[in-house]
């Protein structure tokens, strides 16, 4: 089932089915059971297609990327969280911080994991039972804050304001049985900056699962960013970071794609 997060013209907000042009509403608990009605919507506006519980994310996770910044594999997954503030729908601005300000404003591509149940210890082999299922995200990352002014953490340079978008939809689990066989790319313009595809992670999804659910509960709506390819704008020569005017774009094959201009803050 491909579920999307819209608001109607009464302002009023609803998870519906996404069903060629159509989207019809769905019935019940997003993390118990639910359904497709026959009740058609009329949005004027999609929403990220989940409101997460917590986010976590993982660093340095493709092997292409590692090697791009010039770093061993981790032994073990490189942990970090976003706000779930910076949460951003498709279509919006992501919003350059001029406040605290960053000229090192960075897109990275990623595979986003939605779980569906209360996980605690579980197995690799049972993780995929716990998903819900997957969509886009951009883990974007001011560099400077990350690297240099977040007092040797990263998530303050990860948690601005607009700094997560996800979308545009969410594919429930049983239609990608496997998330190790996806492309994944993110184009920014009309350029192609990252492409790569997930098997190429060096902790599969599973094994995040497995790991981050160690002697802790993830809650039915917590969201798994799972690591960036190679291609982000730090490593190139010389770097590029976006700007106001740019338009990012994050795709992932069997998901769709993600788009979000770029803005200053005012």
């Given amino acids: 089932m491909e579920i999307v997060r819209v608001e109607t013209r009464d302002g009023s907000i ?3 089915c996404e069903a060629g042009n159509q989207v019809y509403r769905l019935e019940g608990d997003l993390f ?6 026959e009740e058609l919507l009329e949005p004027v ?5 989940i409101e997460p519980t917590a986010i976590y994310a993982i660093g340095l996770n493709y092997r292409e990327h590692a090697s791009e910044m010039n770093s061993e594999l981790p032994e073990y997954p490189v942990v970090f969280m976003k706000s779930v503030t910076a949460v951003l ?8 911080p001029r406040h605290m300000h960053s000229d090192q404003v960075d897109y990275e591509c990623e595979l986003a994991v939605v779980i569906g149940k209360t996980c605690k210890n579980v197995a690799a082999k049972d993780a995929l039972d716990y998903v819900l299922g997957y969509t886009c995200a951009n883990d974007v990352s001011a560099r400077d804050w990350q690297n240099f002014h977040g007092g040797g953490q990263w ?3 990860k948690s601005f304001d607009t700094f ?3 979308g545009p939809i969410l594919v429930t689990a049983d239609r990608i049985p496997n998330p190790q066989i996806l492309p994944i790319r993110t184009i920014l ?21 497995e790991f981050l659910s160690g002697s802790t509960t993830l809650l039915p709506g917590t969201v798994i960013l799972t690591g960036t390819p190679p ?8 770097p590029r970071f976006l700007k106001a005017g740019d338009e990012v774009a994050i795709e992932i094959s069997g998901i769709g794609m993600l788009r979000n201009p770029v803005v200053a803050e005012a």
Avoid: W
């Avoid at 118990?32 to 009605?37: H, I, L, Y």
């Fill in 14 to 16: 609803h998870y519906g």
């Fill in 32 to 37: 118990g059971e639910f359904s497709q009605s």
């Fill in 45 to 49: 506006r999609r929403l990220a297609p």
């Fill in 89 to 96: 729908d498709p279509e919006s601005p992501i919003v350059l």
């Fill in 155 to 157: 998530t303050k340079g």
């Fill in 164 to 166: 997560c978008p996800l």
């Fill in 189 to 209: 313009n009309t350029e192609i900056r990252q492409e790569s595809f997930t098997g190429d992670m060096i902790f599969t999804v599973a094994e995040l699962i």
């Fill in 231 to 238: 291609g982000v704008g730090v490593a190139a020569d010389p």
